[in-house]
């Protein structure tokens, strides 16, 4: 099975749910870098989100959740982010996505592969919980010397 990145003119034939299609739109825009993570958040996210990471615990407020991006572009000084999908499954209201989130710095290496498999919650064509299953990946990031 080959590599499906997120292209936001994928369409699976016309058959998509529109909540598969907002999903797929928000990886899309995070190859952009920072302000494509953002942007993506700004736009398909509820205003009182509730995004979890079971590496890092829960945060409320689509704010909020912007600055956790700001903080982990300063970690890791990620030029643009790949997503990978290995599955995704969608149903009204729901968006299952089995992924690796691939980040990458300005010169094209690779800082990360996380592997993560998400569940998102919708209402209406807004993103209202957002639940992510990983591992810390960050304890791998190496300190320039």
Known sequence: MGRQYCLSNENN????????EVVREVFAMWVTG????VESFE?????DLFWWNSARGGVEGRDV???GLH???????FATTRVVIKNIQAKSGQV??????????ADG???AAVPAVGVLEFEGDKIVAWRDYCNDWTPNLQPEV
């Open 13 to 20: 034939g016309g058959n998509m749910l529109k909540e598969e």
């Open 34 to 37: 920072l302000d494509g993570c």
């Open 43 to 47: 736009k398909h996210c509820h205003p």
């Open 65 to 67: 959740c912007v600055q």
């Open 71 to 77: 903080a982990m572009h300063e970690m890791t000084q």
């Open 96 to 105: 299952m996505v089995e992924r690796s989130d691939d980040m990458y710095d």
């Open 109 to 111: 290496n690779l800082i």
